[in-house]
C-alpha cells in the first residue's frame, strides 16, 4: 500500500525578503523545508518522500538530504505546477496515494496528514483540508482605465473555505489530471494555483477533512513571527 508524499519547495521566497529560497529561511535552528519534513516523519504515513527544490539551491539540497527521511530530491520549475509535474516524474509506478504538501506549511500537524491520508483508505480520489473563512470576501473587476477595482459579487461566507496542504489524491487520477494540463500555456497554466482545481476540471469529486491553523502558508515576515511564536506547540 503506497502512499508518496511530494512537498514542493521550489519558489522563490521573495515576498518574505530573506534574499534566499523561502525553504532554507530558519526557524528557532531548523529551515522550512526540515520543519515540514519533521511534520511528515511523525505523521508516519509515507513510503516514499519527494522533495522539489530551487535549481542551484546547494545548502538546501543539503539539508534535504541530511533529513531521517532521506527523500528523493528533484528540480522545480517556473510555476508551482511545474514543480509539482516535476515530483510527479519520480514517483513509483505501483504508488497508490499521493499527497502534495507546501515547504511554507512548515508547521502542518501530522494529525493532518494523517487525516487526509484515512480519508482516501476510505475511498476518496480526492481530498484537500479546508478551514472556515473569518472574512467577507468579494469578487472583484477593474475596468479598463480603472486604477482600483470595485465589487461585483459576494459569495455566501458560509459557502467559502480556505485551502491548505497536504491535498491528497488517488495517484493514477492526479497524474492523468497533469497530463491533460501539461499542454496548457498562459494564462491558463498561472491559473493553477493548486491540485484539486485540476481534478474539479476533470469533474472528480473533492472531499475535505479540517485543516488546522498552524497550517499556514509561511509568506510574510508576520507570518513567520506568528509561527516562531507556534513552535513550541508543534511537536517536531
Ligand atoms: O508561491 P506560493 O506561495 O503559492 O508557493 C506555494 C509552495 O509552492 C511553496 O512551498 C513553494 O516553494 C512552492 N513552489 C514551487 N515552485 C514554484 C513556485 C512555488 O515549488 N515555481
Not at 40 to 69: K, T
Not at 95 to 110: K, M, Q
Not at 207 to 231: C, F, N, Q, W
Request: charged share 20%.
Amino acid at each position: 500500500q503506497e502512499t508518496a508524499i511530494i512537498v514542493v519547495a521550489a519558489g522563490s521566497g521573495t515576498r518574505l525578503g530573506y534574499g534566499m529560497p523561502k525553504a532554507l529561511v530558519p526557524l528557532a535552528g531548523r529551515c522550512l523545508l526540515e520543519h515540514a519534513l519533521d511534520g511528515i516523519e511523525l505523521a508516519g504515513c509515507a513510503s516514499q518522500v519527494i522533495v522539489v527544490l530551487p535549481a542551484g539551491a546547494p545548502e538546501l539540497e543539503e539539508r534535504a538530504a541530511g533529513h531521517r527521511l532521506k527523500p528523493i530530491c528533484r528540480t522545480g520549475g517556473a510555476t508551482r505546477n511545474d514543480s509539482v509535474r516535476a515530483g510527479l516524474d519520480a514517483l513509483r509506478p505501483e504508488t497508490e496515494r499521493v499527497l502534495i504538501h507546501d515547504a511554507a506549511r512548515a508547521l502542518t500537524p501530522p494529525e493532518v496528514f494523517r487525516q487526509v491520508v484515512l480519508a482516501l483508505l476510505s475511498g476518496a480520489r480526492a481530498v484537500i483540508p479546508v478551514l472556515p473563512v473569518v472574512d467577507t470576501i468579494k469578487q472583484v473587476a477593474t475596468d479598463p482605465g480603472e486604477e482600483q477595482a470595485h465589487i461585483i459579487g459576494t459569495p455566501a461566507r458560509g459557502t467559502l473555505r480556505a485551502v491548505q496542504t497536504p491535498q491528497g489524491f488517488h495517484a493514477p487520477a492526479l497524474l492523468a489530471a497533469h497530463r491533460q494540463a501539461a499542454g496548457w500555456k498562459s494564462p491558463a497554466a498561472e491559473a493553477v494555483t493548486d491540485d484539486a482545481m485540476l481534478m474539479e476540471m476533470l469533474g472528480e469529486r473533492v472531499d475535505t477533512v479540517p485543516g488546522a491553523a498552524a497550517a499556514l502558508k509561511i509568506t510574510t515576515r508576520l507570518d513567520l513571527v506568528l509561527a516562531e511564536s507556534m513552535l513550541p506547540l508543534h511537536p517536531g
